[in-house]
């Protein structure tokens, strides 16, 4: 859900308090400012980089199967114009809801996932790794008439050289939850909302998560922040904390298309649309190359901040997970909306450096912030 091709930074605007910026105009009427570089704190984002770790978020979400085949290129069939390729490794790795469990785990959180897999052989290997890394999957059920949805991507290219995607085809399944399963559920996720420091709704359109049970982390979470990633029915899900919709995903919910590549009044319309029908404290969308577009509810500047990293781009497979698992784990250690959504800018701008599905670890975020020439101290 975070299409990237990095391209060079924005000119930066003169260093001005955040305070300065903000307006009590409506959204619409504003024009999107890029953040001062000098209102984040060094020390500040360190500190709440050492406090994600530990911190207990309840994730409920579609668990998908991101499978990678390689081959490396033998020759032009004769039944077709294709390339055949000679299989030399097959990975399966944790997908949707469960790379953004993945990213909450090595980040340092304590992820608690609620979510449903198939009684296969997909669904099994996607436990055992998370069990492996010592997470609870007792939230999680294996449902016999359920196919894992798995997501297999073709790389030709030899092993030490780089790998091109040749073909994906998708495995997909849709879940009709139990009335059984349905009040199962509803109980584990009002008890994991009671314990966890947040919630990140996860929903790829695959059945598992459903507006009435999350309604249980929404009517409970005693002002603790929810946060929603929704690939198709974003406003499905009103009271969240915040969300997390790349541009495509903000428009489409907002029933428009932003022909003006971004920018100005018409993304600042979306963002209102969608905040006003979510009824959210805070909007944060993420823009590939032109970075992050932060919308918040009390009516300040809509604040932009530029793309971390270069433009050495390996994989942009799952970074919307990151940015949603790092904006989330960020809140519940006492984040501000903009303190989260620069921490989330730099996770996000360093798995796209990943082959493949990948995460980010903690020390790497801490990495970032210290080699931040941008901060202050």
Request: charged share 20%; hydrophobic share 40%; net charge negative.
């Amino acid at each position: 859900m975070f299409g990237m091709t990095c391209a060079a930074k924005p000119s930066p605007l003169p260093a001005t308090p955040y305070s300065l910026l903000a307006t009590r105009l409506p959204h619409s009427l504003l024009a999107i400012v890029r953040y001062p570089p000098l209102v984040f704190s060094r020390s500040r984002l360190l500190q709440l980089a050492e406090e994600m770790k530990g911190k207990l978020v309840v994730v409920y979400g579609d668990i998908v199967a991101d499978r990678f085949v390689y081959g490396t290129p033998k020759r032009i069939s004769r039944e077709a114009p294709v390339l055949i390729l000679r299989q030399y490794r097959d990975d399966i790795l944790l997908g949707g809801g469960g790379n953004a469990i993945n990213n909450i785990h090595s980040l340092g959180g304590v992820p608690i996932p609620v979510s449903v897999v198939g009684d296969d052989a997909a669904g099994a290997m996607l436990i055992e790794k998370l069990t492996a890394q010592g997470i609870d999957c007792s939230g999680v059920l294996r449902v016999a008439r359920y196919q894992t949805p798995t997501k297999v991507r073709i790389l030709g290219g030899y092993p030490h050289a780089s790998r091109q995607q040749i073909v994906r085809y998708d495995i997909e399944d849709h879940l009709d939850v139990t009335d059984e399963e349905s009040d199962r559920f509803a109980w584990l996720l009002r008890d994991q909302m009671s314990i966890c420091h947040a919630a990140l709704i996860s929903d790829y359109g695959y059945g598992v998560v459903t507006p009435a049970l999350a309604a249980n982390l929404t009517g409970f979470s005693r002002r603790k922040p929810v946060t929603l990633d929704s690939r198709y029915d974003l406003l499905r899900y009103p009271d969240v904390t915040a969300a997390t919709p790349n541009e495509e995903e903000a428009a489409a919910a907002a029933g428009t298309s932003l022909f003006d590549n971004g920018e100005g009044e018409k993304l600042s319309r979306v963002a209102d649309t969608l905040q006003q029908a979510l009824d959210c404290e805070a909007l944060l969308i993420t823009r590939g190359s032109r970075g992050m577009a932060l919308f918040e509810k009390d009516g300040g500047a809509p604040l932009l901040i530029p793309v971390y990293g270069t433009d050495q781009v390996a994989d942009v497979t799952g970074a919307g997970d990151t940015v949603i698992a790092t904006f989330t784990l960020a809140l519940a250690a006492g984040a501000s909306y903009v303190e989260a959504a620069k921490i989330a800018n730099y996770g996000g701008g360093i798995v796209v450096m990943k082959m493949g599905t990948a995460t980010v670890s903690n020390d790497e975020l801490r990495h970032a912030i210290e080699r931040d020439e941008e901060l202050k101290e």
